[in-house]
């Protein structure tokens, strides 16, 4: 189940993911769309028109890259914050309220931090976690141990319990 939710999630984000390596690679961006371009795509993709989503997408990329550079410090690699940011941005462009009366980047500005603050505190929580399977030291003759090798009982059994 986990594997087709993956799987599906992967198969939807590959193009965006591939647009957004290219352009990061050539460290330039499509320029931004004006006021009135804003509105066209933004009513056309209200009307069903995914291209159209498409083009909201690339041409606010720039702002992706704008806000991903208050992360550099975080110890993750520019790609993947700028692959997070697009999933927020994404977001954004699927539940952008044009009757708010607020510009799209302004919502989205929000929609790509939020969306990498999360991935971040996500990843904040799992790092103090071990594995009983992740290596923990060497022995005398230079072999990996892990703990459940000093556990001094039956993996299986250990693994059992654990799983309970």
Same mark, same amino acid.
């Given at each position: ?10 198969? %939807? !984000? +590959?193009?965006? /993911?591939? $647009? &957004? ?34 083009? %909201? !997408? +690339?041409?606010? /990329?720039? $702002? &992706? ?49 939020n969306e990498i603050l999360m991935t971040i505190r996500s990843g904040k929580k799992t790092q103090s976690e071990i594995s009983i ?32």
């Open positions: 189940m986990i594997t087709s939710i993956i799987s599906g999630l992967y198969n %939807l !984000i +590959e193009p965006i /993911l591939l $647009l &957004v390596g290219s352009f990061s690679q050539n460290n330039s961006f499509p320029k931004p769309l004006s006021p009135e371009e804003e509105q066209q795509y933004l009513l056309l993709y209200e009307n069903g028109d995914e291209e159209a989503k498409n083009i %909201l !997408i +690339e041409r606010n /990329l720039r $702002l &992706v890259a704008h806000i991903v550079k208050k992360y550099n410090n975080t110890g993750r690699e520019i790609d993947d914050l700028i692959s997070i940011g697009t999933i927020g941005l994404i977001k954004a462009i699927n539940t952008f309220d044009m009757s708010k009366n607020v510009r799209l980047a302004t919502y989205a500005a929000r929609c790509i931090d399977q992740d290596p923990i030291g060497t022995d005398r003759e230079g072999n990996e141990l892990s703990l459940i090798d000093i556990l001094g009982t039956d993996p299986d059994e250990v693994i059992d319990e654990v799983h309970l």
